[in-house]
């Protein structure tokens, strides 16, 4: 542009000068040639200054579209990183205060580069055109300065806050919610991986989203067994459980909104009063279970059966709690379908014997006893509906059926056996 500036006057002078030259030769002959002379000389002049013009303006057009755009880009990236430690607030509590105060510098920074950050970006060209790269450059360092000084202790911070994430969940494991051991496995490696992640707020933001996408779904996994568990005192112990509702209506909106440490709390409480709720039902349910496994491991006959029963058994035997209750449940209810296909077993061998003793036509001297028939499976069908509504109904009533079919089945056998041998005999 220096030589522009030079070569633009010269231009000019020699044009002026060839102009009075040609003038004062073409005077004695012509006219027409005279008024050319004298239209060209100001209209280069004027050419030469539009194009002198047209440069100038183009250039400082593309200086202010280059500038504008790195402005753009400071602001922009000002705005994420607001809204990145806004959410650390938010979400997780975790104070960004220092940072963002020191940001403010940044957007101080702008405006006096022309552009205003409030929720939007805003350019004033009439600033921009005063300013300098020099000055870009220098926000831009400011803006890395705070970045860097600040993100660790983000970092620092958001370690603590997932350790107190890792120690809420452990109190509610301990607590009685035992179906969460995977996720605080996960967090835990979680927090070990910490040390690779890259100390920058976006990646801190993606990190932070991780640990407390696991912490949701531990939550809803105790939340579930909350209701599970509040559905079982309100059966099994028969008691009121109308404020325990409430409460997990309240940890389930907490957890909706991302209120962790309120969710932790409150399913906290709620499952110490389930225990207390629970404790007599538990004890007892327990109790009726073990004595159902004597009395079918009594009519068992195969050891493949009777060794099922023992791994029922020592399921039953380890749950030790009243929170276990809906686990202790479903051993129960294994049991049951056990002993009912057990007796049902039982009654099948029973309708073969008396078959095969049937075809034997033996007098009512050697078999003295009425045949059973098929109606006798009723028995075991009107069991099922008790076994649902009354456990200790249902043992009762099944020992009674289990110990007749048991004599039963052993009376026939031995007179199948006599009955056989006396016709052997005879022949």
Not at 212 to 227: K, Q, V
Not at 355 to 362: F, M, R, S, W
């Amino acid at each position: 542009m220096k030589g522009y500036r030079i070569f633009i006057p010269l231009a000019l002078l020699a044009l002026i000068l060839i102009g009075v030259v040609l003038l004062f030769a073409l005077v004695p002959y012509s006219d027409l040639a005279i008024t050319i002379i004298l239209i060209f000389i100001p209209a280069a002049i004027g050419v030469s200054f539009l194009v002198r013009y047209i440069v100038t303006v183009r250039k400082r057009s593309i200086k202010e579209k280059v500038m504008e755009r790195d402005i753009e880009g400071i602001a922009n990236r000002y705005i994420e990183q607001m809204r990145i430690l806004y959410d650390f607030e938010d979400k997780y509590a975790i104070s960004t205060k220092e940072f963002r105060n020191e940001l403010e510098k940044v957007k101080e920074g702008l405006f006096e580069l022309g552009c205003e950050v409030n929720g939007r970006i805003k350019i004033d060209r009439v600033k921009l055109r005063k300013v300098v790269f020099a000055d870009v450059e220098w926000v831009i360092k400011m803006f890395e300065g705070i970045k860097d000084r600040h993100e660790v202790v983000l970092y620092s911070r958001m370690i603590d806050k997932c350790r107190d994430y890792l120690g809420g969940i452990k109190e509610l494991e301990n607590a009685g919610y035992e179906n969460i051991r995977g996720q605080i496995e996960r967090i835990e490696s979680k927090i070990r991986e910490s040390e690779g992640v890259e100390v920058d707020s976006l990646e801190l933001s993606m990190f932070m989203n991780g640990v407390a996408s696991i912490l949701e779904e531990a939550l809803r996994i105790c939340l579930r067994d909350a209701h599970g568990l509040e559905v079982e005192g309100r059966e099994s112990a028969k008691a009121d459980t109308a404020r325990i509702r409430t409460d997990i209506k309240i940890a389930e909106h907490s957890i909706e909104h991302g209120n962790y440490e309120n969710a932790s709390k409150v399913l906290k409480s709620v499952i110490e009063r389930l225990i207390g709720v629970l404790k007599d039902a538990f004890e007892m349910y327990k109790a009726h279970t073990l004595e159902l496994t004597n009395v079918v491991v009594e009519i068992l006959d195969k050891e493949e059966d009777k060794k099922e029963v023992e791994e029922m058994r020592k399921g039953i035997e380890a749950c030790m709690l009243p929170s276990q209750m809906r686990k202790l449940r479903g051993h129960g209810d294994a049991l049951i379908r056990k002993s009912m296909s057990t007796l049902e077993v039982l009654y099948s061998k029973i309708f073969e014997i008396e078959g095969e003793i049937a075809k034997e036509n033996p007098t009512t001297e050697v078999y003295p006893v009425e045949y059973w028939t098929k109606d006798k499976m009723g028995e075991i069908e009107e069991l099922k509906p008790i076994s649902k509504a009354d456990i200790r109904g249902f043992i009762h009533r099944y020992g009674l059926l289990a110990s007749d079919a048991h004599s039963r089945l052993v009376y026939d056998s031995e007179r199948l056996k006599y009955i056989k041998q006396k016709n052997i005999t005879k022949k």
